[in-house]
T-cell receptor
Framework: ETGVTQSPTHLIKTRGQQVTLRCSSQ?????VSWYQQALGQGPQFIFQ???????GRGNFPPRFSGLQFPNYSSELNVNALELDDSALYLC?????????????FGEGSRLTVL | AQKVTQAQTEISVVEKEDVTLDCVYE???????LFWYKQPPSGELVFLIR??????QNEISGRYSWNFQKSTSSFNFTITASQVVDSAVYFC???????????FGGGTRVLVKP
């Protein structure tokens, strides 16, 4: 186990609704990254948070937003859900942004949009 | 823009056979890092290996080995004497010098039969 926990593990929403996904990073890690993995594809980088500030964003619209809290846990919010938002959402934690090391991933939150 | 291509979508082998996974990447950066991750059915991505762009030395770690060739932008990964527990989806990934913002390939599903 990586020590990264995500909730909920599964959820079903309908088009137009909003969803919040949560992630607790591994102890000692101050950086959280979120990835979207559609079925049968590789993960795609959504954004990264470092010390409560967004530190880089992938090619995702503004309706994808996030937060990082003082304890370094994080939330991913998606507004106005679309069918194509159905995917596994993975959270990864690491320490710092000036080095490049191993990312520790959670088991993901599987979102189904009907 | 960075891009990672894994041409093999699925490989099926019998236990104890060797498995080689291909990965080709594109980047304009002169400093970058390459990774291999394993994704078992549980969903979390498990770090396997990392290599930076200045180190083309190929190594062996247990049953894993890799072949990094900068001249052909390839970073191939081999599992020696495969086991049933190696069955998973394997992802090759690339990131710039710092920051852990990974670009993943589409993945290769490995099925090891007893």
């Amino acid at each position: 186990e990586t020590g990264v926990t995500q909730s909920p593990t599964h959820l079903i929403k309908t088009r137009g609704q909003q969803v919040t996904l949560r992630c607790s990073s591994q102890s000692g890690h101050n950086t959280v990254s979120w990835y979207q993995q559609a079925l049968g594809q590789g993960p795609q980088f959504i954004f990264q948070y470092y010390r409560e500030e967004e530190n880089g964003r992938g090619n995702f619209p503004p309706r994808f937003s996030g937060l990082q809290f003082p304890n370094y846990s994080s939330e991913l919010n998606v507004n106005a859900l679309e069918l194509d938002d159905s995917a596994l959402y993975l959270c990864a934690s690491s320490h710092g942004i000036t080095n490049t090391g191993e990312l520790f991933f959670g088991e993901g939150s599987r979102l189904t949009v009907l | 823009a960075q891009k990672v291509t894994q041409a093999q979508t699925e490989i099926s082998v019998v236990e104890k056979e060797d498995v080689t996974l291909d990965c080709v990447y594109e980047t304009r950066d002169t400093t970058y890092y390459l990774f291999w991750y394993k994704q078992p059915p549980s969903g979390e991505l498990v770090f396997l290996i990392r290599r930076n762009s200045f180190d083309e030395q190929n190594e062996i770690s247990g049953r894993y080995s890799w072949n990094f060739q900068k001249s052909t932008s390839s970073f191939n990964f081999t599992i020696t004497a495969s086991q049933v527990v190696d069955s998973a989806v394997y992802f090759c990934a690339l990131t710039e010098a710092a920051g852990n913002k990974l670009t993943f390939g589409g993945g290769t599903r490995v099925l090891v039969k007893p």
